[in-house]
Structures are given as structure tokens and as C-alpha cells.
């Protein structure tokens, strides 16, 4: 990597030895929680002091949150009916339509940790019944050496079964207690993707603008036309190599074994990255996706001492590139699992870490804003865009949904005698109530999608089931606080107080299995 971009290595600020840009980064870490919090102390400060002033701006914020909801539903609607066509056409047979479709390779790696077999096993059934050449795969288990034994045990049954049937099925180690590292998808992805490099595509000169990578979160099934629909995607982009592939993720492989509320946790994920698929210019790399070995290899493969290794990547492309860097929406969904475990209240656990988790994500506004500082050739346009939607995602993440369901009833409860006895006192309830109602119908659509997004009901389940998959979505208001609010308030103070996560794996489990891959198309 070049020694002048030597910031986009950073993890924290105690990484960096000069005490004025520490300083800077440091201060940048605070900057989210500290507006976070802020928002909230001024809201219970001027709910006694000037009650009518926040009773003006819960009103004015709900009709904004509203028109919002409005905006979104709609590219929520047109996301899922673009996604539809794609799911219609035969990428297939159109890319083999073109003769030089046979130049390319597909690099895949899966970082694996301690998830059992039959997690394990449909990932490779689905890389099997895609509609692609496999001996055009290479494919890479990238087990972590902390995992103990069962990883390796599983990683040789999957080799006994699989080892024939792609160019090249490589399994690797991942080492322990590198220093420097923290332990994560980030550091084992970094290893894997140099094992793979030195030991197959070097020696056999393939050339890395030729290679397509996907890293695939261990669960990932991909549908039959992924790697069709990809390679087209890729050949007519006019520099694939400034770009990623992002697909729809739809957390849906143990849908029904979901409790209601990790089942609108899950949806509301998958129809977040849906809409964002609308609006590519906002988009960013999340979990399983796509993009140029040859971009991967100049950046200097994905930083190891991070915990969002996964958007973190497009950042990174993104500054050293010098902002000449996109994602590409491919509309098109690769199923993953929802976040569940053996009993309710455990399961309510993992999703909120799991939550917590991506929250962390926050870690990058904090990467890109110091980056901006530092990178001179990105236009100052481009700095102002994104550095301003990302804070304004990660503080809306951390407050919309208290200040709509909670905080908007301040006034009235701090406020005083004076302020009770107003028309606005009186009218505030009923205007938020009103404005609820209105955004709460807009959960129609996503209702309706998430009925149509679902697997075939296991026989143990009776048709009754599907009266909950509707009725679950009154519960968003809850699941917003608890597994949307909370955690992302939880991961800013902590960044903000110098509290550093690690990386923490979700738990896979599976009582039955997901949809086989052949009975999606």
C-alpha cells in the first residue's frame, strides 16, 4: 500500500503515533455518541424549561419521519418489483451468449468459525446447483484456528463431498493470536484470500482483473442464476475494478423457526438493503458480496484489526481509489440466516448482539471522515455527500425511533402546569397519535412483500402461521427501540467512551433445512 495513504490501515485512534492526528480521530469517535446524547439531555431540558419548542419539533419530526416513510415504502415497492424481473430472466443462457465469458473466474471464499455441518452444508449444495461452470470456482473454506476441532472435522467431510467437483476446493487455517490482528471475519478473510493467491492464482498466472471475489458469510445461499447475473454485471461495467457487487440479502434460510419479533428484525433488514439496492449512490458493501480480486490485492486485501470488515471494504476502496470507487445494486438475493437460538429469550439475545454488532459499523464513519481530512484528490463535493449521510444514518439509527414512540411525550410529562393547560398540550397526542397511524399503514407493503419473500411452510406449521407472518409487523415500533435504538446507542457510547468491541460471531443454528437452491428459480 502506498506509505501516504497510511491512514486507511487504522483500526482506533491509540494506532496512530502522531499526537495531532490521534487527537483528530479521537475527537471523531466521540463526535457520534456525543450528538446522541446531547439530543436526548437537551430534550428532557427543554421539555421543562420550553415545553412548547419540543412539542413543535416532535410534530415537525414526525411529519418528516412520515414523509420518509412515505419515500422509502416506494422505493421499497419498486426495489422488489425490479428484483422480480431479474428473477425472470435466464442470466444463464444470456451469458453464454458471449464468448468471452470463459475468461473470467470466480474466487469465493467462506470464513468459517464454529457453525456445525448442516449450517455449513447447504452453502455448498447452493454453489453446486448454480447455473454457472464450476470448474470456473474456485472456491476457499477459511476456518479460524481458535475454532478448535469440529471446524476441521466438518471442513474434511465437506472436502470428501465437494473436492471433485469445482477447479479448486482450498481449505485454510487462519493462526491464532497475530499480533495486530483482532480476531474476526476481517483478519481470517485476509489470510484465506493470500493463501489463495500465493498458492493457486499466482502459480497458474491467472490474471487478477479476470477473477471475480465473493465472500460469503457462512450461511449465505446463493440463488441458481448468482454467478450468471454477476459475471454479465461485471463484463459491462466500464471499470469493474472500481466497483462492488452487492446483492439483496434475505435472512429468511430459518424464517420459520424465528420468533415473531426476530422475524420483523430480519425482514426490516432485508427491505433496508432492498431500498438501498434504489438508491445506489448511498449504497455501501454489506456482508456477502462481490467485487475485482485485482481491486482487493491493490488496496492491500481487508483491514485486520476492524470489526465491519464488510462495509469497511468500500471505505477503503473508496479513499485510496480517491472517490473513483461505486457499489453496484444487482438486485438479485443470495438467502442468509436469521439470527436464532435454542430458546426465546436466548434468541432475543443473539439478535440484539448480532444488532449491537452492525451498529458498531459506526467505526467507519469515524474511518471515512478522517480520511476525508486526509485525502486531497477526493472532490470536496463527494466529502460532503457521503460524510453527511453517513452521520445522519448512524445518528437517525440511534434516535428516530425513541424520539417518536417515547421522547415526543416529554412535554406533556415535564412540562409543567403551564404548559398543560395550552391547545398545543392538548393537541400534541393526538397529532403524534394521528401521524402513526398514517406511517404504521405504510408497513402494508412491507407486510404484503414479506408474505411473498417466504420459504414453503415446514409441514409442522399450520396454515395459521401465516395470520402471524401479517399481524408480527405491529410490533415494529417495539423492535425498532429494542433491537434498532438501543443497540445503536449502546455500540456510539461505547466507541465514544474508548469501550472497543470485538468481533462477535452469531450463532448458527438449524432446526430444518433451508430451501433447496434448484427450488428458488
Known amino acids: 500500500m ?16 502522531g499526537a495531532k492526528d490521534r487527537r483528530i480521530y479521537r475527537a471523531l469517535e466521540i463526535l457520534p455518541g456525543f450528538l446522541v446524547w446531547l439530543t436526548f439531555i437537551a430534550l428532557v431540558v427543554f ?14 419530526f414526525d411529519v418528516y419521519w412520515l414523509v420518509k416513510i412515505i419515500f422509502l415504502s416506494a422505493h421499497l415497492r419498486s426495489g422488489y418489483s425490479r428484483m422480480k424481473e431479474n428473477l425472470k430472466i435466464d442470466w444463464w443462457t444470456k451469458l453464454k451468449e458471449r464468448t468471452d465469458w470463459e475468461d473470467y473466474w470466480h474466487l469465493i471464499i467462506l470464513p468459517m468459525y464454529k457453525e456445525p455441518y448442516e449450517v455449513v ?115 459491462a461495467h466500464s471499470q469493474p475494478d472500481r466497483a462492488s457487487f452487492q446483492p439483496v440479502p434475505f435472512f429468511i434460510n430459518n424464517i420459520w423457526e424465528t420468533p415473531a419479533l426476530g422475524r420483523v ?12 439496492q434504489e438508491r445506489p449512490e448511498r449504497q455501501v458493501t454489506f456482508s456477502s458480496h462481490s467485487m475485482s480480486f485485482k481491486a482487493l490485492v491493490e488496496v492491500g486485501f481487508w483491514q ?53 454488532r452492525w451498529a458498531w459499523g459506526t467505526e467507519n464513519l469515524v474511518y471515512v471522515l478522517f480520511g476525508f481530512i486526509k485525502n486531497k484528490n477526493i472532490a470536496l463535493s463527494k466529502k460532503l455527500y457521503h460524510g453527511f449521510n453517513l452521520l445522519e444514518g448512524y445518528y437517525s439509527w440511534a434516535t428516530n425511533a425513541l424520539v417518536i414512540f ?50 414453503p411452510k415446514p409441514p409442522r406449521y399450520g396454515r395459521r402461521q401465516y395470520i402471524w407472518m401479517i399481524l408480527q409487523w405491529a410490533l415494529m415500533p417495539l423492535t425498532t427501540i429494542i433491537f434498532g435504538s438501543i443497540p445503536a446507542i449502546d455500540a456510539q457510547t461505547r466507541l465514544m467512551l474508548g469501550k472497543y468491541m470485538g468481533f462477535w460471531a452469531t450463532p448458527k443454528s438449524r432446526l430444518t433445512p433451508p430451501l433447496k437452491s434448484q427450488e428458488r428459480d
Open 2 to 17: 502506498n506509505q501516504d495513504k497510511w491512514y486507511l490501515r487504522i483500526g482506533r485512534a491509540s494506532e496512530i503515533a
Open 406 to 455: 417515547l421522547m415526543g411525550w416529554l412535554p406533556v410529562i415535564l412540562g409543567g402546569r403551564n404548559f398543560n393547560v395550552t391547545v398545543l398540550s392538548y393537541n400534541l397526542p393526538q397529532i403524534t397519535r394521528t401521524i402513526m397511524t398514517l406511517a404504521m399503514i405504510g408497513l402494508i407493503s412491507s407486510a404484503v412483500i414479506s408474505i411473498n419473500m417466504l420459504p
Open 304 to 356: 485486520t484489526n476492524i470489526v465491519s470488515e464488510d462495509s469497511r471494504i468500500f471505505w477503503q476502496c473508496y479513499n485510496f481509489f480517491d472517490g473513483q470507487y461505486e457499489v453496484v445494486p444487482l438486485l438479485y438475493p443470495v438467502s442468509m440466516d436469521a439470527a436464532v437460538d435454542k430458546t426465546f429469550w436466548k434468541t432475543m439475545k443473539v439478535i440484539y448482539k448480532q444488532q449491537r
Open 121 to 235: 452444508l447447504p452453502t455448498f449444495e447452493a454453489l453446486v446447483n448454480s447455473h454457472y461452470d464450476h470448474k470456473k470456482m474456485i472456491v476457499v473454506l477459511a476456518l479460524e484456528g481458535r475454532g478448535g476441532e469440529a471446524p476441521l472435522k466438518t471442513a474434511e467431510k465437506l472436502r470428501q463431498k465437494f473436492g471433485g467437483v469445482f477447479f479448486k476446493l482450498l481449505i485454510t487455517l487462519h493462526p491464532e493470536d497475530i499480533i495486530g490482528e483482532l480476531a474476526g471475519k476481517g483478519a481470517n478473510q485476509s489470510w484465506a484470500a493470500k493463501r489463495v493467491k500465493e498458492e493457486v492464482i499466482d502459480p497458474l498466472s491467472i490474471p487478477y482483473e479476470k477473477i471475480i471475489l465473493s465472500v460469503f458469510d457462512i450461511d449465505t445461499n446463493v440463488w441458481p442464476q448468482y454467478f450468471a447475473l454477476l459475471t454479465a454485471k461485471y463484463m
Open 47 to 60: 421539555s421543562i424549561y420550553q415545553a412548547a419548542w419540543v412539542a413543535i419539533f416532535v410534530i415537525l
Open 265 to 276: 428484525v430480519a425482514f426490516s433488514s432485508t427491505f433496508w438493503m432492498m431500498m438501498q
